[in-house]
């Protein structure tokens, strides 16, 4: 079992950056891929971004590509999601999830085994 916590939300300007972390303990980090979801008020929890065990393999939604990146540190335990130009309908809850399935599946909700609290990020326009 993988337990993960969020930081680094917030209130931020269109245009501006954000940048969340993500905390793993419980289990090997270095065993785990990990995805970045997000939720708005009233919509379907969405992929955003994912980063393979070794960190060599990266995927994003189109809506964030270009904008964010995601990234690892095994050694810390630790996925970090750099979010820049941001927008208000980036507004939304972010979840970080731990996966032990296959790379295949790394948009699916249902791949996550483990998910962390969630963080708040809002911009204003």
């Known amino acids: 079992q993988v337990q993960l916590v969020e930081s680094g939300g917030g209130l931020q300007q269109a245009g501006g950056s954000l940048r969340l972390s993500c905390a793993a303990s419980?289990?090997?980090?270095?065993?785990?891929?990990v995805g970045w979801f997000r939720q708005a008020p009233g919509k379907e929890r969405e992929f955003v971004a994912a980063?393979?065990?070794?960190?060599?393999?990266?995927d994003y939604a189109d809506s964030v590509k270009d904008r964010f990146a995601i990234s690892r540190d095994n050694a810390n335990n630790s996925v970090y999601l750099q979010m820049n130009s941001l927008k208000p309908e980036d507004t939304a809850v972010y979840y970080c999830?731990?996966?032990?399935?296959?790379?295949?599946?790394?948009?699916?909700?249902?791949?996550?085994?483990?998910w962390g609290q969630g963080t708040q990020v809002t911009v204003s326009s």
């Open positions: 980063i393979s065990v070794s960190g060599a393999s990266t």
């Open positions: 419980g289990r090997t980090f270095s065993s785990i891929g």
């Open positions: 999830a731990a996966s032990l399935s296959t790379w295949t599946f790394r948009r699916s909700r249902s791949t996550y085994a483990s």
